[in-house]
């Protein structure tokens, strides 16, 4: 069985079926990591802004001109 692997593994068509799924594997794990990217930065914006919605309700910021864009 293990000959079996190796030759298929190491043969012409075995080796282009492996490059294939390698291939295919990063291709789909990038398209993930881009769409997790993506995702996080979006959180961090609406966090953010939620953050400096609550800092402003303080009248200490009352004057700060980042507080009159809400």
Do not use: H
Not at 34 to 47: E, K
Request: with cysteine; charged share 15%.
């Amino acid at each position: 069985m293990f000959r079996a692997v190796k030759n298929f593994l190491l043969g012409e068509r075995g080796a282009i079926l492996t490059m294939e799924n390698i291939i295919w594997a990063l291709v789909i794990a990038g398209a993930a990591a881009g769409v997790g990217y993506g995702v996080s930065a979006a959180l961090r914006g609406l966090a953010g802004k939620n953050v400096l919605f609550i800092k402003c309700s303080d009248p200490a910021y009352a004057n700060d001109p980042r507080c009159s864009q809400l």
